[in-house]
């Protein structure tokens, strides 16, 4: 978790809002960062967490969730965390029995559009708990990345269905959140990303979209972070707010300034 982004967001883990999508993006820059603050967030705000993670290995994101605070580890072992890790399913579910359900069956499947069995596996690990068990915050959902799903094939229309039954499972009936990261490729021929894209941006409350800087790579200045609050039944007059802030990454945080205010710079 990153104390600067969350003073930009004006939330801290005890005021965890609820019952929200979130967008993360990235152009042209590695957004994984935004991941990363929002895993150490929600499990710091003692959360239910459900990570689907497509990109990395476990090892990897524990050993940054360490650096920021929090041990996966310990979460996964205490039903804290649940974490699908991709990279290995991937290779498993082609060598399990074709009756026996796994979250990535689309990959053995001709028709690699149905995501009902990964749905499914977030319903069943973020599931209202009985009372005699650990009682978490609210259920969050995180997913790294959505993109991924495009590459192996699975429509944009169909990924947008997963996270429409997500978003009126997690955020509508048990009141909690939807945290997704979406790669934006830049190709102006890539329709399909640009359908998940535009699909996501409407349904979410807030976006933060990480930008690579035009002018190339600076050692003192990483990128630039947008940040947009959106209100989807307000008026249109009302409906949005942004901000736009560059950043620097550092081992254990992210520190953010103003457009030409880099500390390198003054």
């Not at 895993?39 to 959360?47: H, P, R, T, V």
């Not at 310990?74 to 026996?100: H, I, M, N, W, Y």
């Not at 690579?212 to 039944?233: E, M, N, Y």
Request: a negative charge; charged letters at 20%; hydrophobic letters at 40%.
């Amino acid at each position: 978790m990153f104390p600067e982004l969350n003073n930009l967001l004006n939330t801290t883990p005890d005021q965890a809002e609820q019952g929200k999508l979130t967008l993360l993006c990235d152009a042209k820059t590695d957004g994984s960062f935004l991941v990363h603050h929002f895993l150490s967030f929600y499990l710091k705000a003692n959360c239910k967490v459900c990570f689907v993670a497509l990109i990395q290995s476990f090892s990897h994101y524990n050993i940054v969730g360490q650096k920021l605070g929090v041990s996966l580890t310990t979460a996964r072992e205490c039903g804290q965390l649940v974490f699908l890790e991709g990279l290995k399913s991937a290779v498993d579910v082609f060598f399990r029995p074709q009756e026996e359900p796994h979250p990535l069956q689309f990959l053995r499947e001709a028709n690699s559009g149905n995501l009902q069995p990964l749905y499914e596996f977030v319903q069943e690990a973020l599931k209202p708990v009985d009372s005699g068990e650990a009682a978490w915050r609210c259920p969050v959902l995180l997913v790294d990345d959505l993109s991924v799903l495009l590459s192996l094939g699975v429509g944009a229309v169909a990924v947008l269905d997963f996270i429409h039954y997500c978003r009126a499972t997690v955020c509508w009936e048990w009141k909690g959140n939807v945290v997704a990261l979406v790669h934006d490729s830049g190709d102006a021929e890539d329709e399909e990303n640009d359908i998940l894209l535009n699909g996501l941006g409407h349904q979410s409350h807030l976006i933060l979209r990480a930008e690579g800087l035009a002018t190339g790579f600076c050692k003192d200045v990483h990128g630039q972070l947008r940040i947009l609050w959106r209100r989807p039944s307000e008026p249109t007059a009302q409906r949005d707010r942004s901000l736009t802030y560059q950043y620097k990454i550092q081992d254990k945080n992210v520190s953010f300034f103003a457009k030409g205010m880099s500390p390198a710079v003054l």
